[in-house]
């Protein structure tokens, strides 16, 4: 099997660390002055490994092997959430291109390609999974006109006109170059850190579904307006929460979670009774039944509390990304090469948190690889994983490639 440096691996990521560095994290936004350094730092890195280099219309960056047959596309992203850390995206960039060489490198598997990429705005500076989604064709121009950045509200198409990618093409899958694609990626969690665990051979990724609740009641004063007459949506809303909490409990999975993100009461004011009040609820599971059972619910307590009044209430759906299953026989290949490097330490998980994999996987079959996040942290300057389990697994990564190419 092609054996990778983990000295060239180590100085990638740390020369990636220096770009837009914060604290010991880094702060990269999508098509920020220093996420665009890291971008052509990139382009460069390929090149340098023999890889054909460019960067689309949308800011994907895409490295081509020369190598003849079906090719594995492995990556990630680069950019980051603000002042978050160092490792969540950038680590499955590195490896991609780590494996890329790894397998040049070797005579063995010098016939063998990775394309390399680095998918624009995982994080969703300016929208949901716009890189990824572009290249498998889901994403139309009309999107990019209505995309905004959610903290600066500058439009995409001009980010992209002042990048200078503006007018270039955006790539897509190309029809048989492919035989699946290749995702590693800080876990974000505790799960293998506490069991003692090397790497996570991801089994699905989450279902990300996401509401805007809105309560319209009556705006008043707050001390001559007795209890009997208030129309008061903040505590409608309050209750609201408390209800959905209560009725999600007992229709969950092992693996769902729930949030309220955000409760606003307009005006906001100690001695108003607010006229309005909204909030972001946001579920995740990896199963679609869960995630059905959940949003039923989610409407059965607004159609009940709409009801019993005093205020009314309206839900709005803003997103529902589809839980993705990660491929059956690359889940093997990842074990199989973590039986060799880190024996008894790799263990099936399913993804708590959404990635680009689960957009390619519609378009190919898809794996993904986790290695230990120090203390769980994530989107978070704190975040860490030690270099010897950066290198480790680099090794399994690489070589599951191999063995997948092989066979």
Same mark, same amino acid.
Not at 272 to 279: H, L, Q
């Given at each position: 099997?092609?054996? &990778?440096?983990?000295?060239?691996?180590?100085?990638?990521?740390?020369?990636?660390?220096?770009?837009?560095?914060?604290? $010991?994290?880094?702060?990269?936004?999508?098509l920020s002055p220093d996420d665009l350094v890291s971008r052509q730092w990139l382009v460069e890195r390929m090149k340098e490994a023999g890889?054909?280099?460019? %960067?689309?219309?949308?800011?994907?960056?895409?490295?081509?092997?020369?190598?003849?047959?079906?090719?594995?596309?492995?990556?990630?992203?680069?950019?980051?959430?603000?002042?978050?850390?160092?490792?969540?995206?950038?680590?499955?960039?590195?490896?991609?291109?780590?494996?890329?060489?790894?397998?040049?490198?070797?005579?063995?598997?010098?016939?063998?390609?990775?394309?390399?990429?680095?998918?624009?705005? @995982?994080?969703?500076?300016?929208?949901?999974?716009?890189?990824?989604?572009?290249?498998?064709?889901?994403?139309?121009?009309?999107? %990019?006109?209505?995309?905004?950045?959610?903290?600066?509200?500058?439009?995409?198409?001009?980010?992209?006109?002042?990048?200078?990618?503006?007018g270039r093409p955006r790539l897509t899958v190309e029809p048989g170059r492919y035989a699946g694609y290749f995702e590693a990626h800080i876990?974000? #969690?505790?799960?293998? @850190? $506490?069991?003692?665990?090397?790497?996570?051979? =991801?089994?699905?990724?989450?279902?990300?579904?996401?509401?805007?609740?809105?309560?319209?009641?009556?705006?008043?004063?707050?001390?001559?307006t007795t209890m009997a007459e208030r129309r008061d949506a903040g505590m409608t809303l309050i209750r609201l929460i408390a209800a959905i909490?209560?009725?999600?409990?007992?229709?969950?999975?092992?693996?769902?979670?729930?949030?309220?993100?955000? %409760? @606003?009461?307009?005006? #906001?004011?100690?001695? /108003? %009774?607010?006229?309005?009040?909204?909030?972001?609820?946001?579920?995740?599971?990896?199963?679609?039944? &869960?995630?059905?059972?959940?949003?039923?619910?989610?409407?059965? @307590?607004?159609?009940?509390?709409?009801?019993?009044?005093?205020?009314?209430?309206?839900?709005?759906?803003?997103?529902?990304?589809?839980?993705? /299953?990660?491929?059956?026989?690359?889940?093997?290949? &990842?074990?199989?090469?973590?039986?060799?490097?880190?024996? #008894?330490?790799?263990?099936?998980?399913?993804?708590?948190?959404?990635?680009?994999?689960?957009?390619?996987?519609?378009?190919?079959?898809?794996?993904?690889?986790? /290695?230990?996040?120090?203390?769980?942290?994530?989107?978070?300057?704190?975040?860490?994983?030690?270099?010897?389990?950066?290198?480790?697994?680099?090794?399994?990564? $690489?070589?599951?490639?191999?063995? =997948?190419?092989?066979?």
């Open positions: 099997m092609p054996a &990778i440096n983990p000295d060239r691996l180590l100085g990638d990521l740390y020369a990636l660390r220096r770009i837009g560095a914060y604290k $010991t994290g880094v702060h990269r936004p999508t890889l054909d280099a460019e %960067i689309d219309g949308i800011a994907n960056v895409l490295g081509k092997s020369r190598a003849g047959g079906r090719k594995i596309l492995a990556g990630s992203h680069i950019e980051s959430q603000n002042h978050a850390g160092w490792l969540d995206g950038a680590l499955g960039v590195i490896y991609a291109l780590e494996a890329a060489r790894a397998l040049r490198d070797d005579p063995s598997t010098r016939d063998l390609g990775v394309d390399v990429i680095a998918f624009c705005d @995982e994080e969703g500076h300016f929208g949901s999974y716009l890189g990824s989604r572009s290249f498998i064709g889901d994403v139309t121009e009309a999107e %990019i006109d209505r995309a905004r950045d959610r903290t600066h509200g500058r439009m995409m198409r001009d980010a992209l006109q002042q990048a200078g990618y503006a876990e974000q #969690g505790r799960t293998l @850190e $506490t069991a003692q665990l090397k790497i996570g051979v =991801v089994t699905a990724i989450v279902g990300l579904w996401d509401y805007r609740l809105k309560v319209t009641g009556h705006q008043n004063h707050a001390g001559t909490d209560q009725k999600f409990k007992q229709l969950t999975g092992p693996r769902s979670v729930w949030t309220c993100g955000r %409760i @606003e009461f307009d005006p #906001g004011a100690p001695s /108003v %009774i607010p006229g309005e009040a909204r909030a972001l609820l946001q579920f995740r599971d990896p199963d679609r039944a &869960i995630l059905d059972r959940l949003e039923a619910a989610l409407h059965a @307590e607004v159609v009940a509390f709409n009801a019993a009044g005093p205020c009314s209430i309206a839900v709005e759906t803003i997103r529902q990304s589809k839980p993705a /299953v990660m491929d059956e026989k690359f889940q093997q290949a &990842i074990e199989a090469s973590a039986a060799i490097h880190a024996p #008894g330490k790799a263990t099936r998980m399913p993804s708590g948190a959404g990635h680009d994999a689960q957009h390619v996987a519609r378009a190919m079959p898809a794996a993904m690889l986790f /290695v230990p996040s120090i203390d769980g942290i994530s989107h978070h300057w704190a975040e860490n994983t030690s270099d010897e389990d950066i290198v480790l697994g680099a090794r399994v990564f $690489t070589d599951a490639i191999a063995s =997948v190419l092989k066979g």
